[in-house]
């Protein structure tokens, strides 16, 4: 999967919109990330659950491995983008999206 493919996926989710912070593409839904490319655009990140991170990393080993240190702890994977198809990697952003969704509709709800 290329970045473009990987970039395409993630706004095609509804209200996704893409920003960048610290040199690289993000992607947002409520102004909050559910999703990033890589700096060097190898690599995508997705905002899953720990449980949800290991269940990807089970069935499609080569595609996703936790990000670095506390963030992969949280969830937070990085997708190989040379190894991803778009329906793995669909399957993940589509899962980071509605995480992140949810927990901002969770915020609203609270403030209302």
Same mark, same amino acid.
């Given at each position: 999967?290329?970045?473009?493919?990987?970039?395409?996926?993630?706004?095609?989710?509804?209200?996704?919109?893409?920003?960048?912070?610290?040199?690289?593409?993000?992607?947002?839904?409520?102004?909050?990330?559910?999703?990033?490319?890589?700096?060097?655009? /190898?690599? !995508?990140? #997705?905002?899953?659950?720990?449980? +949800?991170?290991?269940?990807?990393? *089970?069935?499609?080993?080569? $595609?996703?491995?936790?990000?670095?240190?506390?963030?992969?702890?949280?969830?937070?994977?990085?997708?190989?983008?040379?190894?991803?198809?778009?329906? /793995?990697? !669909?399957? #993940?952003?589509?899962?980071?999206? +509605?995480?992140?969704?949810?927990? *901002?509709?969770?915020?609203? $709800?609270?403030?209302?």
């Amino acid at each position: 999967m290329t970045p473009d493919e990987f970039r395409t996926l993630a706004l095609s989710l509804e209200g996704a919109v893409e920003d960048s912070h610290m040199g690289h593409p993000d992607f947002r839904v409520g102004g909050k990330i559910f999703a990033s490319l890589s700096p060097d655009l /190898t690599q !995508g990140m #997705a905002k899953l659950s720990p449980v +949800q991170q290991a269940d990807l990393r *089970e069935r499609y080993p080569s $595609s996703f491995t936790p990000a670095f240190g506390k963030w992969g702890d949280g969830g937070a994977t990085m997708i190989i983008l040379a190894e991803a198809t778009q329906e /793995t990697a !669909g399957e #993940a952003l589509t899962l980071a999206w +509605q995480n992140t969704g949810r927990k *901002e509709v969770d915020r609203r $709800s609270n403030q209302v």
